[in-house]
């Protein structure tokens, strides 16, 4: 993913670097130098950009340009401050974002950048009336990408002149399964037997697994994620391996394919190792097959999740010649020097020089280091003709195996802290408004500034205290979660809208509750708003729209307070409790309605509503009305059962006549396809009502079939008839939690039924036991003597037993008396 802190290497023409470095500073910096000079002079920038931020803002009023007072959380002061845009009239915003690295499925976590900048986008058009120029890069070249790619490709040619698992490949896989564990899991012993990989692992990593840290870590995080992912990766190798090393019995190409399939992640860096350097990196297919695939992947997803397209979308494949322009700047303003191999670092002692300390910026360098070695692989080079170890470079020679533009050093790639640069400049300009971009996308865990008038940074998405990423492997796709139905679009946004856009976000089961609940009140809302009788009568109450007033005034304020989605979200809620526990009969219905059109149109500004404009003038969203094809008999069937159910619980009860007059209406004689099945139930219901117009039990009998037609046969095609006193059904999808509910419901009444069963099996148990006479159990050869009663006298050995034991025995005796006679008297019935 471009991280957000690649993104200005702009002049800083706004920032206290104009006002306060030399003249020479008025060049493309990249965003590392940015973040240093922020340090330095973080005190007089946060004081002019507030004070410059105040001019605009006087100098927009003089202009008779009236502003909103929309305040924005801007991570480049840490505060919030008066959102003016740079636009003279107060309407343009130009908006640059961080958009996806595609070389794999996005995840959840991207959806809560993506979704959450969406709703921004949507709140600052729909609601402030901004003219939004939102553009987004697409990442399709970098380290992770071009090793992703050439592994991929390479992993592909293998397969293809290996279709069968021969000698020569297990022994290929083993060493990929031994050169994995070496460098990922050093515990184990690199030739440790894949057949006792399972067991070792399981006792050198105990601790990890079971949740703890490894050494040297306070406590578990994504260290201990990684190790957790590679344990997996080489679990599933292992198994693999150790099976074709036993038998590979049964279809050879379906054993291929498995063996492949689960060896694929160890098979992945090792085949790199052998042979990436040896393709032809001028072929670029090789890798805009992949990164192709994955855009189109992204956007997909991205529609999917009712996020807006980009106005513009940006690739830094297709800006290769700028970014070379980019740095060649930076060189000749002696900020850059070149290397023997074509490469090119920023020289961090010439900064230093001209004044401005980077000693403190050492731990962002340091992190930078480490990543530099997760990330990149073995596609990171070691040179001894950098300068000093915090140079880091602004472009690359492209080695063997890696694709290249032409530069005034050769051929070369982008370094990590440039693209974006370009990217930006390119079709914003020198200044813009908002860059927006997620924790979740660049990996060092440190925040960086941004040299632009709002940065507006997403809160990431975590698992478990870890935060969610593709390098994890800790994730579940977009897809994934859409196509399981563990989400739909309106739910995750609902989720992300209650937690705010620039906290961090874990999904919890209390959240996952109170999205769910939220989502159902409003359903419930609109559904009521779709009743006509709601919005009918004549009252001239006051009160509610008095509500409504307030609850307008309190959405504003929150939105203006930095957008403050969770704020707005309580206050729709608060609005309908008090609709719910008001008295119908007394409301204005010009009031309700208002309400209703209100609610509907900040759902449709948040995106809640698929498509669905902001001004639409239809009240509610979708998912509360019902299949078009199913009405014609839906409303029919409701409505004869509303009729039959109210003279079925009247105290004189349902005639003969009333049935037939119920059930006379005439239906519709073709019945397309998707409709039968509501068609069938209808005639069903007909069928059985009609035959009960004789039955000494009419009226009982209707209200179960009533109950039934509700519960069961219309419940099982996701339709509901909601009763209500004195008022005809609502016909409503079924919801998630009436679908949950019913599961309670049913396992409940489950668990009953097996513990009435476990009772009767008792039962049954103890009278069977009771088959035995009292009058014959004790006669064995454990005794040689008996009473009358069957009562033991003398043991075996003809000795007299003892009171005591004669005692237990009678006690033992008795008891089985009253079982025998239970048996007895279950056999006489």
Known sequence: MTRWTDSFALPLLFGPLSLYAPPSLSLFLPAQVAVSVFLHFSRLRQAHVLSSTAAMAAASSAAGVELPSLQIWNSLTKSKTPFVPIDPAGKKVSWYACGPTVYDDSHLGHARNYVSTDIIRRIMRDYFKFDVNFVMNITDVDDKIILRARQQYLFNEYVAVNLTITPEVLDTVKKAYAAYLKKNLSLLDPELPAAQYQKEVEKAYATVLSGGALPGNEKAGDDEAKVKMHIKTVASAAAVLSKAEGSTAGDPALFAESFYTNAQDVLLPYLDSLKGSSIDADDHSIFTKLTKKYEDRFMKDMRDLNVLDPDELTRVTEYGAEIADFVERIVKNKYGYVTEDGSVYFDISAFEAAGHPYARLEPWSRSDNKLAAEGEGSLITKTTEKRSASDFALWKSSKPGEPSWSSAWGKGRPGWHIECSAMASARLGKQMDIHSGSEAYWDDGHQHEQWVNYFLHMGHLSIQGSKMSKSLKNFTTIREALDRKDWTPRSLRIVFLLGGWKEGCEITDELVSSGNAWEDKVNNFFLKMKDAAALQGSATDTTFGADLDAAKAAVHKHLCDSFNTPGVMQTISELITKYNSADKAILNPKDVEAAARWVTSLVNMLGLNGATPADSTEIGWSGIDVPEEAKPFLYPLSSMRDTLRQAARSKQGISPQQIEEAVKETLPSEVIESAKPYAEVLSNFRSKVSSLKSSDSAGKDILALCDRVRDIDLFDLGIYLEDRDNLPALVRPVTRDMIQAREEKEARAKQKLLEKQKREQE???????????????????????????????????????????????????????????????????
């Open 763 to 829: 039962a049954l148990k103890q009278l069977e036991k009771g088959k035995l006479s009292h009058l014959e159990m004790f006669r064995t050869n454990e005794y040689s003597a008996w009473d009358d009663e069957g009562l033991p006298t003398r043991d075996a050995a003809g000795e007299e037993l003892t009171k005591s034991r004669t005692k237990k025995l009678r006690k033992d005796w008795e008891r089985q008396k009253k079982a025998h006679e239970a048996w007895l008297a279950s056999q006489a019935k």
